[in-house]
């Protein structure tokens, strides 16, 4: 079945650090992916929408200079926290389905990165 | 504003007992409806419902969606501690959209 990996699992970092993290799609092409933040015990609240060759699409809200995010082939989106601070301490969660928006695929998620910032 | 709304919020049984969680929507035009469990790390994928009345089984757990009145129900009979986690109801956007809505989640709670 479909396999969304996502790197690494698990951040620790000094504030003002910038962080990358990975999400691949190991068995098929995605040429959208999705970002989510995860506050403890609350849903997913998806942040942006990651599109191969193009820009990102933003939701209200988020900041686009605070979290980059690069699509740059159909297997892997990267999203950088730049300068990080504690209050984004969080679990990123990145999701993909196959053959995208056309297809009746249900979206798989990574594991997730816990990132924390001291 | 679509919407989609999960009960109860939070369930505790014993091992063995059945339960049910409930997902009603308010959402327009969706594709599909999902269930994901979600134990420490990211949702995994149970069940992708799109006609109504076909019930979906797998195990001991099964899902119906009933598109007359906006509802969709997951089973899980002879439960176990493994069963322990929140589960999700999330909607899927029709056409091209992939953007996805999700339910709150139903904390599960197993004990032995």
């Known amino acids: 079945g479909a396999v969304v990996s996502q790197h690494p699992s698990r951040v620790i970092c000094k504030s003002g650090t910038s962080v990358k993290i990975e999400c691949r799609s190991l068995?098929?092409?995605?040429?959208?992916m999705f970002w989510y933040r995860q506050f403890p015990k609350k849903s997913l609240m998806l942040m942006a929408t990651?599109?191969?060759?193009?820009?990102?699409?933003?939701e209200q809200g988020v900041e686009k200079d605070k979290f980059l995010i690069n699509h740059a082939s159909l297997t892997l989106s990267t999203l950088t926290v730049t300068s990080a601070h504690p209050e984004d301490s969080s679990f990123y969660i990145c999701?993909?389905?196959?053959?995208?928006?056309?297809?009746?695929?249900?979206?798989?998620f990574g594991d997730g990165t816990r990132l924390s910032i001291l | 504003e679509d919407k989609v709304v999960q009960s109860p919020l939070s369930l505790v049984v014993h091992e063995g007992d059945t339960v049910t969680l409930n997902c009603s929507y308010e959402?327009?035009?969706?594709?599909?409806l999902l269930w994901y469990k979600q134990e420490k790390k990211a949702p995994t994928f149970l069940f992708m419902l799109?006609?109504?009345?076909i019930e979906k089984k797998s195990g001991r757990l099964s899902s119906i969606l009933d598109k007359k009145e906006l509802f969709s129900i997951l089973n899980i009979t002879a439960t176990q501690t493994g069963d322990s986690a929140v589960y999700l109801c999330?909607?899927?956007?029709?056409?091209?959209?992939?953007?996805?809505?999700f339910g709150k989640g139903t904390k599960l709670t197993v004990n032995p």
């Open positions: 999701s993909a389905s196959p053959f995208g928006g056309l297809s009746n695929q249900p979206q798989h």
């Open positions: 068995d098929f092409q995605a040429t959208t």
């Open positions: 990651s599109n191969e060759g193009s820009k990102a699409t933003y």
């Open positions: 959402v327009t035009n969706f594709r599909s």
């Open positions: 799109t006609s109504s009345g």
């Open positions: 999330v909607l899927r956007g029709q056409g091209g959209s992939e953007k996805l809505v």
